[in-house]
């Protein structure tokens, strides 16, 4: 049986006019789901009793169960949920004042392999589909302490981009009106450099902030921690960056985790530093390698961490260092599901 979160509110609409209904019952039922958190057609009480049962007889509503949350001293929350078919996907909200960030899977596992995420340990399973992220979206929305998601970060398990159809379907309901009505400018996708998505993202006029993993400033460094790079290597990667900042006027982020012995030297701060001079409209998120035991990845001191900073930033480059959340709470990608 469908779900019915797989529909846009056109889809809907055109689906009601079928059963010769007013289309104006879609809204309210994107009212129910979306603004309310109501997974349920019974308890949507102003839309006829007629079309309730119709619903029912012909669309799912939820599918997701929660196997496990847990809850970091930061107020991090992770959720591990199941999914009808039996596997499992996590989803974080990051809460900071004035905000809650929502981070979001679009896959079961990954098959990209970077070398220090741990979505991909166990392989590729299968896309997520566009209703499976939206009620992953709305599960931190209703079922989080705050309650107040107000941004959102594809940077879950898997690759957004090799999810693209699925991913953009369920990102035009959360930006609707009727849906969640989150700003395209607080909705982020992370890619690890899937040039054709890049590109088709460029083309679809919406303002939704691209990030990119970069993680290497050289093509040696950067196929070592990010295999796609044999594929999509390093120059061609900046082009495309370049492209979607001319045709978007947005600028990227370049997220880079620092990896002792790896990508943290001076050396590595002054490659990454001329590749941003190429883009000039771009920043870098700094983090620090969250330790996954079946990786042995250790991150730099804190000394050296500093240096490597500063050199972007006296460099002229817009660093941030970016502190790590819900590391007692294993809230690295696809860490709380390998225990299972």
């Given at each position: 049986?469908q779900?019915?979160?797989?529909?846009?509110?056109s889809?809907?609409?055109?689906?009601l006019?079928?059963?010769?209904?007013p289309?104006f019952?879609?809204?309210q039922?994107f009212?129910?789901?979306?603004?309310?958190?109501?997974l349920?057609?019974?308890?949507?009480?102003?839309?006829?009793?007629g079309?309730r049962?119709?619903?029912?007889?012909?669309?799912?509503l939820?599918?997701l169960?929660?196997k496990?949350?847990?809850?970091?001293?930061?107020?991090?929350?992770?959720?591990?949920?199941?999914l009808?078919?039996g596997?499992?996907?996590?989803?974080?909200?990051i809460?900071?004042?004035?905000?809650?960030?929502g981070?979001?899977?679009?896959?079961?596992?990954?098959?990209?392999?970077c070398?220090f995420?741990?979505?991909?340990?166990?392989?590729f399973?299968?896309?997520?589909?566009a209703?499976?992220?939206?009620?992953?979206?709305?599960?931190?929305?209703?079922?989080?302490?705050?309650?107040?998601?107000?941004?959102?970060?594809?940077?879950?398990?898997?690759?957004?981009?090799?999810?693209?159809?699925?991913?953009?379907?369920?990102?035009r309901?959360?930006?609707?009106k009727?849906?969640?009505?989150i700003?395209?400018?607080?909705?982020?996708?992370?890619?690890?450099?899937i040039i054709?998505?890049?590109?088709?993202l460029?083309?679809?006029?919406?303002?939704?902030?691209?990030?990119?993993?970069?993680?290497?400033?050289d093509?040696?460094?950067?196929?070592?921690?990010?295999?796609?790079?044999?594929?999509?290597p390093?120059?061609?990667?900046?082009a495309?960056?370049?492209?979607?900042?001319?045709?978007?006027?947005?600028?990227?982020?370049?997220?880079?985790?620092?990896?002792?012995?790896?990508?943290?030297?001076l050396?590595?701060?002054?490659?990454?530093?001329r590749?941003?001079?190429?883009?000039?409209?771009?920043?870098i998120n700094?983090?620090?390698?969250n330790?996954?035991?079946?990786?042995n990845?250790?991150?730099?001191?804190?000394?050296?961490?500093?240096?490597?900073?500063d050199?972007l930033?006296?460099?002229?480059?817009?660093?941030?260092l970016r502190?790590?959340r819900?590391?007692?709470?294993?809230?690295?990608?696809?860490q709380?599901?390998?225990?299972l």
């Amino acid at each position: 049986m469908q779900d019915i979160k797989e529909l846009s509110l056109s889809e809907l609409k055109n689906k009601l006019c079928l059963w010769q209904y007013p289309d104006f019952h879609a809204a309210q039922i994107f009212h129910w789901i979306y603004q309310r958190g109501i997974l349920e057609f019974a308890k949507m009480t102003d839309v006829p009793a007629g079309l309730r049962r119709e619903l029912e007889e012909n669309f799912s509503l939820g599918n997701l169960k929660l196997k496990e949350i847990l809850a970091s001293h930061d107020g991090t929350e992770k959720f591990l949920l199941g999914l009808n078919d039996g596997h499992v996907i996590e989803a974080v909200m990051i809460p900071a004042e004035g905000r809650a960030t929502g981070c979001v899977s679009t896959q079961v596992g990954c098959k990209f392999g970077c070398l220090f995420c741990a979505s991909g340990i166990g392989g590729f399973k299968r896309n997520l589909t566009a209703a499976e992220i939206l009620e992953e979206i709305l599960y931190l929305k209703y079922n989080s302490k705050g309650k107040n998601l107000t941004h959102l970060v594809f940077m879950g398990m898997g690759e957004p981009l090799d999810n693209y159809d699925n991913v953009l379907k369920a990102i035009r309901t959360v930006n609707s009106k009727q849906g969640l009505g989150i700003g395209a400018r607080r909705i982020t996708v992370s890619t690890c450099g899937i040039i054709p998505g890049i590109e088709r993202l460029s083309g679809e006029k919406m303002q939704i902030e691209l990030s990119v993993s970069l993680h290497g400033a050289d093509d040696k460094t950067r196929s070592l921690l990010v295999p796609v790079n044999k594929k999509y290597p390093l120059r061609e990667l900046i082009a495309a960056c370049r492209e979607h900042i001319k045709k978007t006027n947005r600028q990227i982020t370049f997220e880079y985790v620092l990896i002792k012995n790896i990508n943290s030297d001076l050396p590595s701060a002054q490659k990454l530093s001329r590749i941003c001079k190429i883009l000039k409209t771009c920043k870098i998120n700094l983090i620090t390698v969250n330790p996954v035991k079946e990786k042995n990845l250790l991150p730099p001191n804190k000394l050296e961490i500093l240096l490597f900073r500063d050199w972007l930033l006296k460099s002229g480059i817009n660093a941030t260092l970016r502190k790590s959340r819900g590391q007692d709470i294993l809230a690295a990608c696809g860490q709380l599901r390998l225990r299972l």
